[in-house]
């Protein structure tokens, strides 16, 4: 097959959705489709406002970088500058892929999506089809608007990271002759562990992973961590920082000293190496985000065995529900994340069964290899 993948931003700095299509990108070159990538020249999404020298440094082949233009007000975003975007067209109709397979919302990828297939189609005469990978969600209102639902409704495949999802935009797009199914998400099969070597620390310590933005909950885990009873355990919060980081530390430095004494700040991209090193020598991993369409660090907590202490929103609901592998406490709640982090404090072996539940689900079920191999065959057979 022939495809063309397009995300908001680019390998080795990326966001859960983007990284959803990359690793995609990944496994289906790997076996040997013809592959053409398209990004902007930026490294994160704070770079759509905050101006930042743009990068041309990747190690993927075939990987298009346009500029975009800087807007600091309320539109939609990117925006990618005309003339290069009209060569990337010319060049997307040379390649005439089978499909594109783009995403995550709410970004303007949806909208040139559309604009490529579209151009593909006519120019080259080519049945080019588009799946689109929404990271759709619910509870967010950026992502419910009707210009949304109207250009997901003309997508030809919406892949889903839940069944939650799937149930949710079903409902959204009634009309929409649009295939709708549960793609998943997951993890490098490198990343699991033996389970025979699964261990946890004697002093309880507990991981945040992802990007410091406002809607991953930061500030929820730090207001309740100084209510744990002394000796209090460690907290270790790592990931890449945005616009919101300054808040985060306003409120890190509002702590007690002997509070700010067990948590550690790692405000820079890990790699695999690093991710493993951290989940390692965590207790538990705790995302007490606002917003998910799925959360892949949960995912990568499994991978290395560990359980999770997770928002109840529907993905993550749905994924406790399947996995067994953690504890969900309700979203934006204090007193109840204080409570749940008090049961692995008392016994830093509490979320063992969890956590090897989580890993026995995720090996079996979210690999990309597995996703891969599942997408690579249903995409082969609408081709037919």
Request: hydrophobic content about 40%; proline content about 8%; glycine content about 4%.
């Amino acid at each position: 097959m022939l495809l063309l993948f397009f995300s908001h931003i680019h390998p080795p700095a990326v966001d859960g959705g983007s990284a959803i299509v990359w690793n995609l990108r990944n496994y289906f070159e790997s076996r040997g489709h013809s592959v053409l990538s398209l990004a902007t020249n930026l490294t994160s999404t704070d770079d759509f406002v905050k101006p930042q020298p743009p990068t041309n440094s990747t190690n993927l082949p075939k990987l298009f970088l346009l500029p975009i233009y800087r807007l600091h007000h309320r539109l939609p975003k990117p925006i990618f500058k005309i003339p290069p975007f009209l060569k990337f067209l010319i060049v997307s109709t040379k390649f005439h892929p089978d499909y594109i397979i783009a995403g995550p919302l709410p970004t303007t990828i949806l909208f040139y999506s559309l604009i490529i297939r579209f151009f593909t189609q006519i120019l080259s005469r080519h049945k080019t089809q588009l799946l689109f990978i929404p990271c759709y969600h619910p509870t967010d209102s950026a992502f419910s608007t009707p210009l949304i639902h109207f250009l997901l409704s003309k997508t030809d495949f919406i892949a889903t990271l839940t069944d939650s999802e799937t149930n949710c935009l079903t409902k959204l797009l009634p009309k929409s002759k649009t295939n709708i199914f549960t793609l998943g998400a997951g993890v490098d099969s490198s990343l699991l562990i033996d389970s025979k070597t699964i261990t946890f620390p004697q002093t309880p310590h507990f991981l945040f992973l992802g990007n410091f933005a406002a809607h991953k909950g930061m500030d929820t885990l730090l207001s309740s961590f100084p209510r744990l009873s002394s000796p209090l355990p460690k907290l270790t919060i790592a990931g890449q920082p945005t616009l919101d980081y300054p808040r985060i530390q306003k409120l890190y430095h509002s702590l007690a000293p002997e509070i700010k004494r067990q948590i550690t700040f790692i405000p820079k991209k890990y790699n695999q190496a690093r991710l493993i090193k951290l989940l390692d020598a965590s207790t538990a991993l705790v995302l007490p985000s606002r917003h998910e369409s799925f959360g892949l660090v949960l995912a990568e907590a499994w991978a290395r065995g560990k359980p999770v202490i997770v928002s109840d929103l529907p993905s993550t609901h749905q994924l406790i529900a399947k996995t067994k592998g953690g504890i969900l406490f309700e979203t934006g709640n204090i007193t109840q994340l204080s409570e749940t982090l008090k049961l692995f404090v008392a016994n830093p072996k509490f979320g063992k069964t969890m956590g090897l539940n989580g890993y026995k689900y995720t090996k079996k079920y979210l690999t990309w290899d597995r996703i891969g191999k599942w997408l690579g065959s249903k995409l082969s057979s609408s081709l037919q």
